[in-house]
């Protein structure tokens, strides 16, 4: 008969390998900014079947979905997801939108919600000095493109009506504005 201390160990060294295996696991399946772009690199949609396409969409769309508020944001600043999102047919490209804006412009909202007053009076700032840098810049836009736009300031719009607080409201108030005016001199 084996002594006790042999079977504790044994299952002590059971528990730390599953454990271990588990946490291993985890962190693979982690997505970072460096995965998601490893990932778009590696993605070819050119002449590949629509199935193909449709699931390299999806797994593109969960993965950026996974990502934090900050992750996201430095992978739109790469502009990688602006390179893969012009491979899409303008179908592919409205189920992307569908997939991602949603939980983009939430994540937008709770950072926004989250921000000390001070600090979203200045993001509220530097965006409306950039918007009217940019003012004089007419860039033309093909019927696909004005669609893709109409879409995410949509879903912008909607998320902002129902996901930001009473205080981001009267603090973004003027960025919205601005964001209207400019909607309605390009019509």
């Known amino acids: 008969m084996r002594p006790l201390w042999i079977k504790a160990a044994a299952i002590l060294a059971a528990i730390w390998l599953v454990a271990g295996g588990a946490i291993f696991w985890a962190r693979s399946n982690k997505v970072t900014p460096e995965t998601l772009s490893r990932q778009l690199e590696t993605v070819q949609l050119e002449g590949q079947p629509a199935e193909v396409?449709?699931?390299?969409?999806e797994k593109v769309a969960d993965q950026l979905n996974r990502l934090s508020y900050e992750d996201r944001r430095e992978v739109r600043m790469s502009r990688k997801v602006d390179r893969f999102f012009r491979t899409l047919s303008p179908p592919e490209q409205e189920r992307f939108l569908d997939r991602t804006l949603p939980t983009g412009f939430k994540q937008m909202m709770e950072a926004l919600n989250k921000m000390e007053r001070p600090k979203r009076q200045q993001f509220v700032n530097k965006t409306l000095k950039d918007m009217q840098e940019r003012e004089g810049e007419d860039r033309q836009r093909g019927p696909e493109e004005e669609a893709s736009a109409q879409k995410i300031i949509e879903q912008g719009f909607k998320s902002f009506y129902s996901e930001a607080s009473a205080e981001t409201?009267?603090?973004?108030?003027?960025?919205?504005?601005?964001m209207q005016k400019n909607l309605q001199s390009l019509r």
């Open 53 to 57: 396409r449709g699931k390299a969409l």
């Open 169 to 178: 409201k009267l603090d973004v108030a003027p960025l919205i504005e601005a």
